[in-house]
């Protein structure tokens, strides 16, 4: 037995000095201390000994654990040590180096204007909703009346996915999912992403951006509609910018409009941007229909709502002037380092 404890020494301490990283130091510490170690068993079989031998063989075993374990945490944190002086030479920073010429990047414009956006409803009450945007046909249609056949469904050309899913064509697909988590009041805005099986041109794109609003309380009328549009639109565009309605169909208002703004790409002169009209469409509005806020549980009798959606992407072309939207996900630095 002292023989074997001897040996058993001798290979331990031999591996243990070339082991050269933590794996191989820990891989080591299982062999020689684990449950199958040759030491867990000359430790059980301790118990099957005479008195004689258990006296001597026991110390020299639990003083031989005591070296073997002192010798392993020795190499441990020698091989730690060497392991953090090793990552901190590799991965060195210098804080004091001049970063002035490197480049760094910056948002992309539609961005910078979604949290604009954010901002100017934020301060003035509004929450920012967010929602999914692979959605149910239920929220993306059906709760805002358009039910399953309606022609209206065919005023977007929607990618449908398996299992009753779309990617949403609209944020309209939030209102309802906003009006039953928070109930009336409730002043909110919703910016993400919309997808439609469109061909891009120089106003349109398969996946764009859109800011949605809905304003529910007692007494909401038209005339709060134009307010709140007229506001946040000069507070983005400046005081010179002016909106129009027309008359517009949404099955999920009535009345509906369509919003316009004074092209400012080309102050009114005619341009791509704003299909050489002098204004642009940014989207719609319109009060909301008695039965969009009965999907979502509100008494149309008591409350009435008003909505919009509007493409951010297009007000990011008014803004910095883009005449062709393709240019947003180009990925082409060229136009991205303008901004
Ligand atoms: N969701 C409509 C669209 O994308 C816009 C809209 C929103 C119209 C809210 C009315 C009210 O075309």
């Not at 910016?191 to 951006?209: I, K, L, Q, Y």
């Not at 704003?274 to 989207?283: D, M, P, Q, R």
């Not at 990011?316 to 630095?333: A, C, F, I, P, T």
Request: glycine content about 6%; aromatic content about 8%.
């Amino acid at each position: 037995m002292k023989d074997k404890l001897e040996q058993l020494k001798k290979a331990a301490i031999d591996e243990i000095s070339k082991a050269s990283n933590s794996k191989v130091i820990e891989e080591i510490e299982i062999k020689y201390f684990g449950k199958k170690s040759e030491l867990s068993d000359i430790l059980k079989s301790i118990s099957t000994l005479s008195d004689d031998e258990k006296r001597e063989i026991g110390p020299l075993v639990n003083s031989l654990k005591l070296e073997l374990n002192s010798i392993i945490e020795n190499k441990k944190n020698e091989i730690l040590n060497n392991e953090i002086d090793l990552k901190l030479k590799e991965e060195y920073i210098d804080p004091t180096i001049d970063l002035k010429n490197e480049k760094v990047g910056h948002m992309h414009p539609t961005s910078q204007l979604r949290y604009k956006l954010e901002d100017i409803f934020r301060s003035m009450g509004f929450m920012v909703y967010d929602g999914p945007e692979i959605e149910t046909d239920f929220f993306n249609f059906e709760a805002l009346n358009i039910p399953k056949n309606h022609p209206a469904r065919d005023m977007q050309d929607t990618f449908y996915t398996k299992d009753d899913t779309v990617l949403r064509t609209q944020t309209s697909s939030c209102q309802v999912r906003a009006l039953r988590e928070f109930g009336a009041p409730i002043k909110a805005v919703i910016p993400g992403r919309v997808f439609r099986n469109e061909a891009s041109d120089a106003t349109h794109e398969h996946n764009f951006n859109q800011i949605e609003c809905i304003v529910v309380d007692e007494n909401i009328s038209i005339a709060n509609l134009i307010s709140t549009i007229d506001m946040f639109i000069k507070k983005i565009f400046g005081e010179g910018v002016k909106i129009r309605l027309r008359p517009g169909y949404f099955p999920f208002v009535e009345p509906g409009f369509e919003l316009d703004i004074s092209c400012l790409v080309c102050g009114g002169k005619k341009c791509p941007a704003c299909k050489h009209t002098g204004w642009l469409e940014l989207g719609g509005t319109g009060m909301v229909h008695p039965n969009v806020l009965k999907a979502a549980d509100i008494d149309s009798s008591v409350y009435s709502a008003f909505a919009f959606g509007f493409g951010i992407d297009r007000m990011m072309m008014q803004k910095y002037k883009v005449e062709d939207l393709r240019w947003s996900m180009s990925g082409d630095l060229r136009f991205i380092n303008q901004f």
